[in-house]
Every structure is written in C-alpha cells, then in structure tokens.
C-alpha cells in the first residue's frame, strides 16, 4: 500500500497549525494526492486536482493560492510541488527497489528445505506405553 509520512512535530509547525480546520484537511488531502501522482511531491494538474480535492475548479484555486501564501506549496511555473517534500519523503521510504532485489536474490539462490527432511523422526512409542521395568 503506497503511503507517505506524516510527522507528529506538525503539531508544532505554525504554518500548519495556524490553518483553518477547512484548509487543514485540503492541505493534507494534497499531500495524499502529491504522494500518488507520477512525479511524487507535485500536484496533478488542475483538473484532476478539483476532482482529488472533492471540490469545483474555483475552490480548489482559491485554497491552492491560501496554501501558497501560507508557505506549505511552492509554485514554478505551472507545476505545484509541495513543500520541502523530498526533505520528508525519502526515496529510500519507496519498497520497490528492496523487493525487487529481494525476489531477484531469491530465485537465484535454490531454495532450502527447513525442517527434519532427510532425518529420521525421533520414536515415537510414547515413554508411558513402555513396560515398567
């Protein structure tokens, strides 16, 4: 499941804290939508945006320009990046990679038998059906 992480020192960003509760859950609903988009950290374009948003084209520019005044996007033209994303986002957080080594190392080594294969299984008369001697 593709996630992102979210920092519990928000609660100690004044940029964040300082929103209202409305623009709040736009901001983090962007970050949902920055994490899954092609080029993570940026946001889709303005379309597919209003749509992520859950709202019309002229809200979604309203709060996107609020969320830049605020400090919490960077805007370069007509892309929108979030905010020090790669700062918090590592690449390193992405598991692909690791799985893929993984699976390529794993059909490259012959797979081991765990267990007593090849032994031969311990008695199994139990102590209390032998005769007493």
Request: one cysteine or more; glycine letters at 6%; proline letters at 7%.
């Amino acid at each position: 499941m593709p996630w992102f992480r979210l920092y519990h020192d928000v609660l100690n960003n004044p940029k964040v804290q300082r929103l209202p509760a409305r623009l709040f859950r736009t901001w983090v609903n962007l970050l949902c939508l920055a994490s899954e988009n092609g080029e993570r950290g940026t946001l889709p374009a303005p379309e597919d945006l209003a749509f992520g948003m859950r709202t019309s084209a002229e809200k979604a520019n309203i709060d996107l320009e609020r969320l830049i005044e605020a400090g919490l996007i960077d805007r370069d033209g007509d892309e929108l990046r979030m905010r020090d994303w790669n700062l918090w986002q590592y690449e390193s957080d992405s598991s692909t990679g690791r799985v893929r080594e993984y699976r390529a190392h794993k059909n490259e080594t012959p797979m081991k038998r765990s267990g007593n294969d090849g032994v031969t299984p311990p008695d199994t008369e139990a102590d209390t059906e032998a005769e007493p001697e």
